[in-house]
C-alpha cells in the first residue's frame, strides 16, 4: 500500500501543511514556525565554530604539536566567518540579511569557537596529565 500524504500526517501526528490555515500563518500569528529556522542556524553555526577547533585539538594531541595548530586553526576560523558573514552574505544571501542577522550568525561562530577552545584545553591537560 502507497503512504498518501493523509496516512503520513495521521502516523505521525503532524499536521501537514495542506491543511492549515493560509491566513492564520501572517507574520507573528506562528511564532514558533518563525523562529525555529534561526534558532537550528544558530545551532549549526556554534557546532560548525567548535566543531573546527575539536578537530583541531585531535590531530594536535596524535601529533603531539601542542597549541600552534590549534591557535591557528582558531585565528584561520574568526576570519573564515567574519568574511562568510560580514561580506559573502551581506552581498549574496537571500532574503537580505542586515548587520544585525550577520552579527548574530559571527556571534554563535565565536560562542561555538570559545567552547571548542574550552574542551581543547581539558583536552590538553588531560593527554599531559594522565597519560
Not at 566567518?81 to 552579527?103: C, I, R
Amino acid at each position: 500500500m502507497r503512504l498518501t500524504r493523509y496516512h503520513c500526517a495521521t502516523l505521525t501526528n503532524v499536521t501537514t501543511p495542506t491543511s492549515i490555515n493560509r491566513t492564520s500563518l501572517k507574520r507573528g500569528t506562528h511564532e514558533h514556525l518563525d523562529e525555529q529556522p534561526q534558532y537550528l542556524a544558530q545551532v549549526g553555526h556554534f557546532l560548525g565554530g567548535a566543531l573546527v577547533i575539536v578537530l583541531t585539538t585531535l590531530f594536535a594531541i596524535v601529533l603531539g604539536s601542542g597549541w600552534t595548530p590549534i591557535l591557528v586553526a582558531l585565528g584561520l576560523g574568526i576570519i573564515a566567518a567574519s568574511v562568510k558573514e560580514f561580506w559573502y552574505d551581506m552581498k549574496y544571501e537571500l532574503p537580505k540579511q542586515t548587520w544585525g542577522d550577520s552579527f548574530m550568525d559571527w556571534s554563535f561562530y565565536m560562542l561555538g569557537a570559545a567552547a571548542g577552545m574550552g574542551v581543547a584545553a581539558l583536552a590538553e591537560h588531560l593527554a599531559k596529565h594522565c597519560a
